[in-house]
C-alpha cells in the first residue's frame, strides 16, 4: 500500500465545494493506495462517485465533511457523499460526517388548546425559524428523549406556489401545518380527529424537515466494504444504504448520534444502516447509535413472487405496500443463484430452484426442488448474509434497534435503552413490506435491555421480538418459519411489554435470562405481553434458568 496526503489548497483549487476535486483525485489515484484528507471541515456539495476501485482507503486526519441540506427549499437539492460501485476492499475511516443545515429541529410545548387542536412550541435557539421549514414528520418525546408517541406523523407533502414576505413567488413545502408566532415560537395546527389531551406543557417535540432522500453512502456492486472509525452527526436519512450485489461489510466504531452539547434529539431521520441485499458476512463490533428516526439497523432482501410458471420458465414480480404487483428489479436475481420459495399463507419453506436466467422478472430454471406454484413467496438465498454484531448500543429510537432478516446471526453484549418499540426484532414481511427472510441458526446473549418496547401499540409485544411480520399481530404463522433459535444470559429492565416474544419458530432455547421491574405492561390490548417470557406456536422448546417476575406463557403450536 502506497501513502498519499492530500494538500488541503490541492483539495480545494475549485473553491469551497470539494466535490469535483474530491472526485477528480480519487478517480486518478492508484489502487493499493491510502489516500488521506488533511485536518479541516469541508463541504460536499454534489456526489462524489467511486467507481471500479481496488483495496483504496479514504482517511482522515481531524477531518469533517458536510454535505448540503435545505431546511426550507426543494429537497432536491440535498445530495449524498459517496456513491460507491464496483469496488473491492473500499475502506472509509477517521472521518465525521455533517451537514451544513440541521436536519430536524427541537423545542417545547409551550400551551395547549386541544379545543381548537393547536399547540404552541418554543424551538431551541439552535434551529433558525423562518416560518418555510417543512416538517415531513413530528415525534415526541419523554425527558430522556425516547419517542412515545404523543404524537407521530408521516405527513403528506403539499407543494404549492404562495408569496413571500417580499411579494415575490416562492415555493412552499407543507407536511405538519403551522406558523411562525415570534422568535422562535409556532403554533401548530393539527387535524380536527386528533386527541392533544396526552401533550402536556412542557413534553419536548421534534420536526424532521426530510425523512428520505439523500445518503452519506450509497453501495451497490461492492465487495469488502469496511467503515471505521467514523463518527455521524447529522443526517439527512439514512447514513449507510446497501444495495445489491454486494458482498461482506465491516463496520467498527461506526456512531451516528447527536454532538455533544446540541439540542436535537435525531441524529439520522431514518435509519442508521439499511441493507437490501448483501451477500457473504456483516460484522458490526463497538457501534453506537443514538437518536434515530427508523432502525439502527435493517438487513433484508426483496421479496419475490411467482406470478407465472410453466415448467422451466417463470415469471417473478414483487408487491408494494399497498401488494399492487410491481417488476423485480434487474439485480434480484442472476445465473446460478439459489431461489428459496414459501407458501405464501404459512411463511413455510416448500423448496428450491436455481438460477440458468434473468432478465427483468422473466427466469429460466432449473435443479427445481419441491412443486412451485403461483403465489409462492421467494427469496434469493445469495441474499443471507451472516451477521456477527458484538459490542455494539441503541438509545432511543422511534422505531426498532435491529431489524434481522437473514441467517446464521450472531448477536452479543449489545445494549439497548428508551427504546420504542423492540430492542430486536427477528422478522420477515409480505403483509406490508415485502422483505425476506425468515431466519435460522440465531443467537441472542449477553444482551443488555432496559426501558424498550414502551409503545403501546399492537406492533409492540416485546424487547426481543421473533415473528412473522413487522406490524401488528403476526403471532398466527406455525412453527418453523424460524428455525434454531438461541435466546440466553441476557438482561431485561422496566420493559414495556413482554421480554421475549417468539412465534412461529422450531428449535427455541431461553435460557439463563434476568428481568427486573417489568412492572408496567404498556399494550394490554395484546393478550399476555405482561408475562416475561412468551412463546406462541413454536415447536422443539427448551426453557430453564431464567429469573422472573411476571411469569413464562407457552401456546401450544398451530
Known amino acids: 500500500m502506497q501513502n498519499i496526503t492530500l494538500d488541503a489548497a490541492l483539495l480545494q483549487k475549485n473553491g469551497e465545494d470539494i466535490s469535483a476535486a474530491l472526485a477528480e483525485i480519487i478517480s486518478t489515484t492508484p489502487d493499493n493506495t491510502v489516500l488521506t484528507l488533511p485536518t479541516g471541515r469541508y463541504f460536499i456539495g454534489h456526489e462524489v462517485h467511486v ?20 431546511t426550507c427549499d426543494d429537497p432536491a437539492e440535498n445530495n449524498h457523499a459517496f456513491v460507491c460501485s464496483h469496488c473491492e476492499g473500499l475502506t472509509f475511516e477517521n472521518l465525521v460526517f455533517s451537514t451544513d443545515n440541521p436536519v430536524n429541529c427541537a423545542g417545547r410545548v409551550t400551551s395547549v388548546d386541544n379545543a381548537h387542536h393547536t399547540y404552541d412550541v418554543r424551538i431551541a435557539d439552535e434551529f433558525p425559524v423562518t416560518g418555510w421549514e417543512h416538517f415531513w414528520g413530528t415525534d415526541t418525546c419523554d425527558e430522556d428523549g425516547m419517542p412515545d408517541y404523543v404524537i407521530e406523523t408521516y405527513d403528506e407533502i403539499i407543494r404549492e406556489e404562495v408569496t413571500d414576505e417580499n411579494g415575490s413567488t416562492r415555493v412552499k413545502f407543507t407536511g405538519t401545518k403551522y406558523e411562525k408566532l415570534n422568535g422562535q415560537n409556532i403554533r401548530v395546527f393539527m387535524p380536527s380527529s386528533f386527541d392533544l389531551s396526552r401533550l402536556t406543557v412542557g413534553h419536548r417535540v421534534l420536526y424532521r424537515y426530510l425523512i428520505y432522500g439523500s445518503h452519506i453512502f450509497w453501495l451497490s456492486d461492492c465487495d469488502d466494504t469496511v467503515f471505521r472509525d467514523i463518527e455521524v452527526e447529522r443526517a439527512t436519512s439514512v447514513p449507510v444504504l446497501i444495495t445489491p450485489r454486494c458482498h461482506n461489510a465491516t463496520f467498527e466504531r461506526f456512531n451516528v448520534r447527536v454532538p ?50 410453466d415448467g422451466e420458465k417463470m415469471h417473478f414480480i414483487y408487491r408494494d405496500r399497498s401488494l399492487r404487483s410491481c417488476p423485480l428489479g434487474e439485480k434480484w436475481a ?59 448500543s441503541v438509545r432511543n429510537t422511534r422505531a426498532r434497534g435491529f431489524l434481522l432478516q437473514s441467517r446464521n446471526m450472531h448477536i452479543k453484549n449489545c445494549s439497548f435503552s428508551g427504546m420504542s418499540l423492540p430492542g430486536i426484532i427477528i422478522s420477515p414481511d409480505i403483509r406490508v413490506w415485502y422483505e425476506v427472510g425468515p431466519s435460522d441458526n440465531t443467537e441472542i446473549t449477553g444482551c443488555t435491555f432496559e426501558k424498550c418496547a414502551m409503545n403501546g401499540s399492537a406492533a409492540n409485544l416485546g424487547a426481543i421480538v421473533v415473528k412473522a411480520a413487522h406490524d401488528s399481530g403476526a403471532a398466527d404463522y406455525p412453527a418453523g418459519v424460524h428455525t434454531n433459535l438461541k435466546i440466553t444470559d441476557n438482561s431485561f429492565k422496566d420493559i414495556g411489554s413482554s421480554g421475549i416474544f417468539v412465534s412461529a419458530a422450531k428449535g427455541v432455547t431461553v435460557t439463563g435470562n434476568r428481568f427486573y421491574d417489568c412492572k408496567e405492561n404498556k399494550n394490554p390490548s395484546v393478550e399476555d405481553t405482561d408475562c416475561d417470557i412468551v412463546l406462541c406456536n413454536c415447536d422443539n422448546i427448551r426453557i430453564s434458568g431464567n429469573k422472573t417476575e411476571r411469569g413464562i406463557v407457552v401456546k401450544s403450536s398451530k
Do not use: W
Not at 467507481?51 to 435545505?70: E, P, S, W
Not at 435509519?271 to 441485499?277: E, R, S
Not at 429460466?364 to 434469493?380: C, F, Q, W
Open 260 to 309: 455533544k452539547g446540541s439540542e436535537a434529539l435525531y441524529s439520522a431521520n431514518a435509519d442508521g444502516i439499511h441493507i437490501t441485499g448483501l451477500s457473504g458476512t456483516l460484522t458490526m463490533k463497538d457501534c453506537h447509535f443514538d437518536g434515530l428516526g427508523d432502525d439502527a439497523l435493517n438487513i433484508h432482501s426483496q421479496a419475490g413472487e411467482i406470478a407465472e410458471t
Open 334 to 392: 442472476q445465473g446460478g443463484d439459489l431461489i428459496r420459495f414459501y407458501d405464501r399463507n404459512t411463511f413455510l419453506e416448500k423448496g428450491t430452484f436455481r438460477i440458468v436466467s434473468y432478465d427483468g422478472g422473466d427466469a429460466v430454471v432449473t435443479e427445481v426442488s419441491g412443486k412451485p406454484a403461483v403465489g409462492d413467496i421467494l427469496a434469493n438465498d445469495s441474499f443471507f448474509a451472516s451477521v456477527d454484531i458484538s459490542d455494539c
Open 51 to 70: 467507481t471500479g476501485k481496488k483495496n483504496l482507503t479514504l482517511r482522515g486526519n481531524n477531518t469533517t465533511l458536510y454535505t448540503h441540506f435545505t
